[in-house]
Antibody, heavy 118, light 109 residues
Framework: QVQLQESGPGLVKPSETLSLTCTVSGGSIRSYFWSWIRQSPGKGLEWIGHIYDSGRTNYSPSLKSRVLMSVDTSKNQFSLSLSSVTAADTAIYYC????????????WGQGALVTVSS | SRDLTQQPSVSVSPGQTARITCSGDALSNQYTYWYHQKPGQAPSLVIYKDTERPSGIPERFSGSTSGTTVTLTISGVQAVDEGDYYCQSVDSNSGYSWVFGGGTKLTVL
């Protein structure tokens, strides 16, 4: 079955760029769009944005100035970059597969904790 | 953005009915989705497009909508239903960005 796995540094210094990759296994990255969601410790879910297999993106208005997403169909991966991070960006970052027909995340990665600290 | 509001907590005894509500202007013309998150786990979808259940989700989960308020109803609550429930919709006034409610913690007594 399809599985998603986030990977990347667990510790990022303030003002630097957070970078995460989500690897899709057991299925193709094509014909879906892909999402990044984060959850600060003890808090609720926050949508970061989507990327389509074509590379088209849709970002959260509150993060748009700092977010960049990309997709590599040859590697079945998509990535997130978040620049100029602060402690407020400390969170578990989830990647997810969005089924276009229902416009909801049907498969989630296990999540990756990223801590912003010097 | 148009926020979604959920009650912080709901507590019910096993076998009873739990109702979790989500309200917001965005819900008047956009679908609502519900996700369940158990501690230490990623969320999972339990209702999509207001009332539809994904395959594998028990019939005790149902969704309904009335104006700008949507309700997730869990009939015959079981201990495995405990956790946080998040509603999610789309803000058509903000580039169709996704918005989540603050979450409701369901406790099974």
């Amino acid at each position: 079955q399809v599985q998603l796995q986030e990977s990347g540094p667990g510790l990022v210094k303030p003002s630097e760029t957070l970078s995460l990759t989500c690897t899709v296994s057991g299925g193709s990255i094509r014909s879906y769009f892909w999402s990044w969601i984060r959850q600060s410790p003890g808090k609720g879910l926050e949508w970061i944005g989507h990327i389509y297999d074509s590379g088209r993106t849709n970002y959260s208005p509150s993060l748009k100035s700092r977010v960049l997403m990309s997709v590599d169909t040859s590697k079945n991966q998509f990535s997130l970059s978040l620049s100029s991070v602060t402690a407020a960006d400390t969170a578990i970052y989830y990647c997810g597969r969005v089924v276009a027909d229902i416009v909801a995340i049907d498969i989630w990665g296990q999540g990756a904790l990223v801590t912003v600290s010097s | 953005s148009r926020d979604l509001t959920q009650q912080p907590s709901v507590s019910v005894s096993p076998g009873q009915t739990a109702r979790i509500t989500c309200s917001g202007d965005a819900l008047s013309n956009q679908y609502t989705y519900w996700y369940h998150q158990k501690p230490g786990q990623a969320p999972s979808l339990v209702i999509y497009k207001d009332t539809e259940r994904p395959s594998g989700i028990p019939e005790r989960f149902s969704g309904s909508t009335s104006g700008t308020t949507v309700t997730l109803t869990i009939s015959g609550v079981q201990a495995v239903d405990e956790g946080d429930y998040y509603c999610q919709s789309v803000d058509s006034n903000s580039g169709y960005s996704w918005v989540f409610g603050g979450g409701t913690k369901l406790t099974v007594l």
